[in-house]
């Protein structure tokens, strides 16, 4: 091997060991370099998943602020048109039952004041009397059914000793349907003489028939006496329209002959008072 051979393996040397150095130093560097890659990606995942939970914590505190927000009561159109008309539906509803009492009351008061009639059976007459706030006025509401039957109120002062009843003086037809009928004893402001008068009040007018009463019967009448009362009261009396009420049985206890007035034996004197009877109109009193 000659000189200038043996010159040139030293470089080859330093050149493989330059080169291997270098190697070693690249791959040293890139280690360095890959580590370095490695502990950047490592702080960035970490300030990632950092920078992650910071907005989540954030929104989740927002979440729960807003959550109350959330809660507030919102109604749809057709929701508010439902509560308004249940709303007006329950005032007048109020209003209603408060009218209704109302109603009640002044019917009440209206029936105390002219009387009422119950419901009765069809093709029945019924009466029942009704308040008076005058002296020797007396008022019954009747009524009769409409038809071919015709009806009558018989009026009289005197039950004559020994009789089944009262000796009519007169009588005035009924018309059908309810009315008011009204006996009077008064004086006649036209000729100054005591009367006992029959009114009849109904939808169809008026009808009135007056008697005078005889001197005795007006003394009585004037005087200050017990009265036996026996007619209709405030319940209704109902009977088939074969049958008759009777209306008014107010007998003045006057004299001995009173005593007797109790039971069903005819009095064994006269008995004044006034008397009206609901019968059918068939012939003659």
């Known amino acids: 091997m000659t000189k200038a051979d043996t010159s040139q393996i030293p470089s080859i040397a330093d050149d493989s060991l330059n080169r291997s150095s270098e190697s070693g130093n690249a791959d040293h560097t890139k280690s360095e370099t890959a580590a370095s890659a490695d502990g950047i990606t490592t702080v960035a995942s970490t300030l990632s998943a950092q920078g992650d939970q910071e907005p989540c914590e954030e929104a989740t505190v927002e979440t729960h602020a807003a959550m109350p927000r959330r809660r507030r009561w919102r109604f749809s159109l057709r929701e508010y048109m439902g509560l308004v008309t249940i709303v007006i539906l329950a005032t007048g509803l109020v209003f209603s039952i408060r009218r209704l009492r109302d109603l009640e009351v002044e019917v009440a008061k209206m029936r105390s004041e002219t009387g009422y009639l119950q419901e009765t059976a069809p093709g029945q007459i019924a009466a029942a009397r009704a308040p008076s706030d005058q002296p020797l006025t007396y008022r019954v509401r009747v009524r009769v059914p409409e038809g071919a039957s015709k009806f009558r109120v018989a009026y009289s002062s005197l039950w004559p000793s020994r009789a089944a009843g009262p000796q009519w003086y007169g009588a005035v037809p009924m018309p059908g349907g309810e009315s008011i009928v009204t006996i009077r004893v008064l004086e006649d402001p036209r000729d100054k003489k005591w009367k006992i008068a029959s009114l009849v009040s109904s939808v169809e007018g008026n009808q009135r028939m007056a008697t005078v009463l005889p001197p005795k019967h007006v003394t009585v009448f004037r005087g200050s006496h017990d009265v036996l009362s026996t007619g209709v009261g405030r319940e209704t009396q ?48």
């Open 238 to 285: 109902a009977v088939q329209q074969t049958g008759s009420i009777r209306l008014l049985d107010e007998r003045w206890l006057v004299g001995e002959g009173a005593l007797l007035l109790y039971g069903d034996r005819a009095p064994t004197t006269d008995q004044i008072g006034i008397y009206a009877e609901l019968q059918p109109d068939v012939g003659p009193l």
